[in-house]
Structures are given as C-alpha cells and as structure tokens.
C-alpha cells in the first residue's frame, strides 16, 4: 500500500452486528484519493438505486484522505458521506475538522462504513484497531456534550468521538454529527442517517502511526509551506471565519433578511460590527482553538456565565460562532445580540444541528410571521420578528427537540413549506432542499453553478470562484460577464474536489500556495500528483459523486432557483443591486466544457474515458432523468 | 482634503490639496512609498487593484460609481475588503 493509507477500512452491518475489515485497492486510492472520492466510488456499488435515504440499504462513510494526520498542511479533515434524506435522495456528503479524522486513522482505519439499522441504540468502539459494537440504551437521548463526558469517563480521555444529538435521533433533517463537542459535518441532513440506523456514536482510540511515504520529504514542505501564508492568514488566525462577518455584510455577500434584503440599508456598518471579528474575540475568556495539527487556530472557546443567554454546559465554555452561524442567526435574522448567537451556537452543537440549515428555516418563519402568514397561535406563542433574539434562541431549542411548533421546522424549510401548506414561496430559499450557506450568488456569480450543478446543492464549499487559492494562475475578467468562465471555473472547483478527498482542511487551500497540495500528496503517497493531474482527479470526482444522482434519476438543471439568490428580481438597494445572474448560460457553458448533455447533463461516452470511467459508460447510457428546457443566451 | 482608508479595523488618514481632484486609483497610488506593505497587499506590480478585493466608497461598491476613476470628496471613506468564504 502507498503512504497515506492505513490500507483498509471497516465494514459495519449494524442489523447482524458483525464486522469486516477491507482492504483498499492502490487503484481506488490513486484515482478517488479518499473522503468522498473514495466513498462515491465504492458507496455507487453499495447503495442499491432507490434506496431509502432513511432505511437499511443506506450506508453511511465516515472516511479520512491519504493527507488526514500526516504533517501535510492542513490534515485534520474527515467526511462524513450517504445517500441524503435531504435532498430528494440525492448524494450527501459533510467535511468536518476537530480531532476525530485523525484518531480514526491511529485507530487503524481509512474509513469506516455502516449499513442497516440496528434493532436498538448502538455505539461503535475502535480500541487499537479492534471494533466492538456496544450498548448505547443508556446514551440515547444525551446530548453531544453530555455523550461526550460520559464516554471518555468510560473509554478514557484518549478517545475521540464522532455522534449525534437528539435531532439525529428523532430523524431531523436539520440534524448533523458532531464531534469533539462543537465540530459539526453539518450539511445533507447526515445526523438523520445515522439515527435511522441507531448508532448514537463512534468512538475511537489509537496510537497507530500513518504510513509516510517520504517523511523528510513531508517535514520539510511543511515547514516551507507555513512560511508562505496569504494575507487572508492573519484574519483566520486573529479572529476566524468571524473576522469576514462585517465586510461580507456591507459587500452584499452575507444573506441580509432571509435573502431579501440589503445590508448597508437594513443591517449597517454599526449593527455588523457588533457580531463581527473584534467583538467575537474580545468575549469573554476567549482562547484560540485549533483543530488537530492546525497552525491557524481559526476556532475558539468563549465564557459566557451569565446573563439572558448564560451558556449551559461546560461550565459556561462554549465555542465561539463562526460566520456561516453569524449570518444565518445574525444578518439573516437582522440579530445583532451576539449573546444570543453565542447560546444558538451552543444549542446546536449540543442538540446535534446544522445552524446554517436552522438559521435559514428561521428566517423563513420570520418572513411568513412578518407578512402575516403565521401568527403567536401558530408558533407556539413566540413573537418570531426580524431580530427578535429571544424568540430565536427558544425556537431553535424547539426544533432541535421537535417540540411544538419545532417539530413542523425540524426537517428544514422545504418539509416546514410543505406542513404549512406552501405558504410564503418566495421566502422559502432553498435548493432541492438544502438551506443555502451565507455567500449570495449575487455577489460572487460563480458560485450559481457551484450552488446549482454540484451534486450536493447549495453547498459553498464545492469550489468555484468564491474559493481562489494562492499561486494559482487564472484568467478571471469580469465577475458580471457570463461567458467563457467554464475553464476558469472548472479549475477551482476540481482543486477543491481534490483538497476535500485528501482529508485537508479548505483553509488551507486558501491561505498556502495551491502547489503545495499536489508536493504533498506525491510527498505523503509516493505517487506522481502535478497541478494537472490534480484536476483531472478532481474532475473523476466530481463526476462520480454526479453519476450517484443521475442513476437515481436527479437532474441538477431542474433543481428550483430561488429568485433571491440569483436577482429575479433585482434588489433596489445595496452592493449588489441590480444584479439578475445569468445562471443559465453559466450552467450551460461549464456542460459544454464538461462534455456532458446540456439538457440532461449525462456526461458523454467521451468524456468518461478521458477520466479512466468506461465502467459508467454502460450506466450512463440506461440513465433516466427529466430533460431541462434548452436555455439559451436570451434567457 | 482629507480621506479615510481603511480595510477592517486599520484606518489610514490621506491629506491631498484641496485643488487637485483625487479619485480611487490615485489615493490607492498614493500610499505606495508610505505604507508599502499595505500596497503590496491591495495592488499587483503593475499597480492595478487585486482581483481578491473590493472597493467602496462610503459603504457603495465602486461599481456603481466609476469604478476605480470615482472621484473623490472631502472626509470620504474609502474601504478594501478581501473576498473570501467563511466556513
Ligand atoms: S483552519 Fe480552522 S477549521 Fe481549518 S483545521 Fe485549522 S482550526 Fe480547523
């Protein structure tokens, strides 16, 4: 086996109980590399068309890349990954940090796959590369933190947890997994697939080392990597993802009023800067955090002991919100008590919820109680008003314990739309079902087909031109003009499939030069990777996670657009009025390049041998999904 | 005239004559040899802006003015933010 690689994973049938290890073939590594590459190749095979999304045949991945816990900058990263119960069926997937990804590796295992549902509450324990399933009767109900402190009382300290929370349990689609308390893998409802096989837990413990193909080699491009941060460096390691919270705001990237509004009018310099950068870092008792082998130490632990919002756990210590947090419970909301979001962020980590997925099923409550959709009767007596801090906090409890009116948001805003009989429309901002982060299309067009073709919607973190590393070479013009932007696009949406596979954090890839990505790679695995290679590796990715949908019979093109993300219409104030983007053309152009059917987005014969896919080729053919209308550039 | 540059929470004040018409380029330009590692960061070696950033002035992106040729007035605030995701 190359470097990188404990060279197996773990098989785990949670209805029989038993277990099986695996060995991984060189092939599947060089060419999928690990994480969601690795797992939508094998998990295609594994998860029959049709699966229920909540049912046995799903099997859910949590799975390193060849660069987790190696020196490599940043490798600190796992995936969690299944067929989503959010989104239509469609592939889900979620990269999350801490210390887990790196401990499953010294446990012994690359990965590890769980298939059917156990017939009671189950954890998962790998001691030193051997796997038990224990009882967890008496864990379910628990919240992450509690789990947590529970299960290193038992195991030790030396452990490392990934789990859900009672949102995961109750089959929420808001729901996530968590781990090392308040790191979530937070999108594509994946906290509902693991309760639905009622696994509250995997823990881990090991001291294995992992395989370095040329550890010289790996010591030294570390240390000549960190001497080369961008700029964007000293943001992330002074304040963390809170430091952009401000400025995004004011440039029109930050969703202001469930999308519909416009920061500099409705949420000024002034009210931004009260949950921005300084005034998250000057909480009380801030300390950086730094997730396993960071040199940044974007997160950070907060004190807040008092108060409306007085923190519940850990003796008041909690984690300090990050910008996606901030904007969905802040700008969306027009919330500016950073006290409030502090709390938010502590209910949702303990209850196990994705805050971006929360925040956006507020903000679409709020809009329908605004225009007087909803009324106190409706929402259990809370006055849900644009920044109505309290009403906030105590509808994000509700939801993550399916209380009252919670249990009617707990699966998201497209299932809430559904229950309320599809009031409200035009605020429900979603795609296929995927709350959308906080960057605005508007602001950043490119991410319209990043949102919108990925085969996970709506997700920021799939590349494109809101992801541009340092060193990388690129013809970029302007962001307004929507043609021939495919080659450009193409490029940093495959890098970033790429960094995402090797089990690297995106910060990373953000702040060091991109070479550095394939140095590391060849450094860690003894195989040849160059920027080209890298891409065409990226490319086989994204294109495997894509084909998992086109077998299930998902055409991205006719996933709905919400009119507030790409202008339709237009905002009259702020930094991206007057902006319509022409998605359309975009899409259609980045197909054309792909060498897949414009209307259909099947990729061709063709286009699937360059990539070394000819097993596809047969599949492909037989695929069955409804045609998009032909767009054109009048569109 | 007096102008504010700021990018975050640093402020850089710029005095200019009061007679000579000053716009974005030029107040950029300016800090060139005075705070050269601020320029650096905002502009490439041939002195255009950095396609990572964006301008405004008093809170309007300067895309609805003109651009880098928006001139300026006495006690405006011109602001660079880089682009970038939050996680
Ligand atoms: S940059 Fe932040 S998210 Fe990434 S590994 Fe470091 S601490 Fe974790």
New binding site residues.
């Given amino acids: 086996m190359s470097g990188g690689y404990m060279g197996k994973i773990l098989n785990v049938n949670l209805t029989t109980g038993k277990t099986q290890e695996e060995q991984l073939g060189q092939e599947l590594c060089r060419d999928y590399i690990g994480g969601y590459g690795m797992a939508a190749r094998l998990l295609y095979d594994r998860i029959p068309a049709g699966a229920d999304p909540l049912g046995p045949d799903n099997v859910l991945g949590l799975l390193t890349g060849p660069l987790t816990g190696t020196p490599a900058v940043?490798g600190?990263?796992f995936m969690a990954v299944a067929k989503s119960p959010k989104t239509t069926g469609g592939w889900g997937d979620a990269n999350c940090?801490?210390y887990f990804g790196p401990h499953l590796k010294f446990a012994g295992y690359d990965g590890v796959f769980l298939g059917g549902a156990a017939p009671k509450p189950l954890y998962l324990f790998i001691n030193e590369g051997k796997a038990q399933l224990l009882d967890a009767s008496d864990l379910w109900g628990l919240g992450v933190t509690a789990l947590e402190d529970v299960l290193k009382e038992r195991h030790g300290k030396d452990i490392q947890i990934c789990s859900i929370g009672p949102a995961g349990e109750m089959l929420s689609l808001t729901a996530c997994i968590m781990n090392d308390k308040e790191?979530a893998a937070g999108r594509s409802g994946l906290g509902a697939v693991m309760g639905s096989k009622r696994l509250k837990a995997v823990v881990v413990r090991g001291r294995m080392k992992v395989p370095l193909h040329d550890k010289e080699k790996i010591t030294g491009l570390r240390k000549k990597i960190l001497k080369q941060p961008a700029p964007f460096y000293s943001i992330?390691h002074n304040y963390?993802t809170c430091g952009i919270t401000h400025d995004s705001a004011l440039s029109g990237d930050s969703p202001v009023k469930n999308w519909g509004g416009a920061g500099t009018v409705d949420f000024p310099s002034e009210r931004a800067r009260k949950i921005s950068d300084k005034a998250v870092v000057t909480l009380e008792g801030y300390k950086a955090?730094?997730?396993?082998?960071?040199?940044?130490?974007?997160?950070g632990k907060v004190v807040q002991k008092s108060g409306r919002f007085a923190l519940e756990f850990n003796n008041g210590v909690g984690h300090k919100p990050e910008y996606e947090t901030l904007c969905m419970f802040g700008t969306n909301l027009l919330n500016d008590d950073l006290a409030s979001i502090v709390k938010i962020n502590e209910i949702c980590n303990n209850l196990g919820l994705d805050t971006i997925t929360v925040g956006g099923t507020i903000g679409y409550i709020i809009e329908c109680y605004e225009s007087g959709l909803l009324t106190k009767k409706d929402t259990d007596g809370l006055e849900m008003t644009w920044g109505n801090a309290e009403a906030i906090v105590a509808m994000t409890e509700k939801i993550g314990r399916r209380e009252g009116f919670g249990d009617v948001l707990a699966d998201g805003i497209r299932v809430a739309w559904e229950k309320l009989g599809r009031i409200g429309t035009e605020y429900a901002v979603h795609i296929e079902g995927e709350e959308v982060p906080a960057h605005d299309p508007k602001f950043t067009p490119g991410l319209a087909p990043t949102y919108l073709l990925a085969a996970t919607p709506a997700r920021h973190t799939q590349g494109g031109e809101l992801l541009i590393p340092p060193g990388l070479e690129i013809t970029q013009g302007d962001k307004y003009v929507y043609t021939e932007k495919a080659e450009t696009h193409w490029k940093l949406v495959c890098l970033v499939e790429v960094c995402n596979a090797a089990g690297l954090?995106?910060?990373?890839y953000l702040n060091y030069p991109i070479q550095a990505i394939p140095e590391q790679l060849a450094a860690v695995t003894g195989w040849d990777y160059d920027m080209d290679g890298m891409q065409k590796t990226g490319m086989r990715i994204f294109t495997m996670r894509h084909a998992f949908n086109l077998r299930e019979g998902l055409n991205p093109l006719t996933r709905n657009v919400p009119g507030r993300l790409v202008g339709k219409p237009p905002l009259s104030e702020g930094n991206v009025r007057g902006v319509t983007v022409d998605y359309k053309t975009l899409n259609r152009e980045l197909l054309e390049a792909a060498g897949w059917d414009t209307r259909m987005t099947v990729p061709s014969d063709e286009s699937l041998r360059r990539l070394g896919m000819d097993f596809l080729i047969d599949d492909m053919s037989k695929v069955n999904v409804p045609a998009a209308a032909p767009s054109t550039n009048s569109d | 005239m007096r102008l504010k540059l700021a990018c975050g929470h640093r402020k850089l004040w710029l005095q200019f004559p009061e007679d000579i018409p000053v716009n974005v380029a030029q107040a950029l330009q300016s800090i060139k040899d005075t705070y050269p590692e601020v320029y650096e960061r905002w502009c490439d070696s041939k002195g255009r802006l950095r396609s990572s950033l964006a301008v405004f002035v008093n809170s309007e992106h300067i895309r609805y003015r003109k651009g880098m040729d928006t001139e300026l007035s006495d006690g405006d605030e011109v602001y660079v933010i880089p682009i970038i995701a939050g996680?």
Avoid: E
């Fill in positions: 940043i600190s990263r940090g801490g790191r992330l963390g955090y730094a997730c396993w082998g960071c040199p940044i130490a974007c997160g954090c995106m910060f990373g | 996680g």
